[in-house]
Nanobody
């Protein structure tokens, strides 16, 4: 049974930082690219960042380039999203995707003063 469990939800002030984690199980983690998506209220779910199976290649949405960083530790079956210089428009539910078409349950990130 595939499971993707996100953690790291929180309320942060603008300019602050937060790190999300997604622990995977039920598939061979090291063989799959992993992604983070986000969905703000009333909006579609958008791709935030992707990392290749080895971690050698990363891609980011223009809106987060230079502020967010995706990484992974294959021995821990975990992918991370380090979010820096957070803005109110980063407020959303963040989802981990991997193992093909599997999704985590989502974790809330709120950026507000």
């Amino acid at each position: 049974q595939v499971q993707l469990v996100e953690s790291g939800r929180g309320l942060v002030q603008p300019g602050g930082s937060l790190r999300l984690s997604c622990e995977a199980s039920g598939f061979t983690f090291s063989r799959y690219a992993m992604s983070w998506y986000r969905q703000a209220p009333g909006k579609e779910r958008d791709l935030v960042a992707t990392i290749s199976s080895t971690g050698a290649i990363t891609n980011y949405a223009d809106s987060v380039k230079g502020r967010f960083f995706i990484s992974r530790r294959n021995l821990k079956n975990t992918v991370y999203l380090q979010m820096n210089n957070l803005k109110p428009e980063d407020t959303a539910v963040y989802y981990c995707k991997g193992g093909g078409e599997y999704w985590g349950q989502g974790t809330q990130v709120t950026v507000s003063s």
